[in-house]
């Protein structure tokens, strides 16, 4: 993959008149592949301010067993970590389901 372009780059090339489809293509392939990965890393994040953050929202907060909420937290965690640290790491949406499954079935 081409990383470390940013999304001017991409703006600035798809706009010149000069490049050609293959081209334009690949830039398209490039922009969204980038937008996938940042969609991912967003999400981490999301998940780990719904757990720790100051204002806490109702996904955990319904649940009265501490012991199932602590469990769940720590799945949902472990799932937000993988998005942010690994979200290049990740092809499609398939593959993002396949690690949610893998982590929650273990322990």
């Given at each position: 993959?081409?990383?470390?372009?940013?999304?001017?780059?991409?703006?600035?090339?798809?706009?010149?008149?000069?490049?050609?489809?293959?081209?334009?293509?690949?830039?398209?392939?490039?922009?969204?592949?980038?937008?996938?990965y940042d969609t991912l890393g967003f999400a981490g994040i999301e998940i780990i301010r719904r757990i720790l953050g100051i204002a806490h929202v109702s996904d955990f907060e319904v649940i009265n067993d501490l012991d199932l909420k602590g469990k769940l937290q720590e799945k949902a965690l472990k799932i937000a970590v993988k998005l942010v640290k690994e979200r290049r790491n990740f092809d499609s949406i398939q593959s993002v389901v396949k690690m949610i499954k893998i982590i929650d079935t273990s322990n």
């Open positions: 993959t081409l990383s470390g372009v940013c999304i001017q780059d991409y703006e600035v090339s798809l706009l010149k008149e000069e490049k050609g489809n293959e081209e334009k293509n690949l830039l398209k392939k490039l922009f969204f592949e980038n937008l996938f």
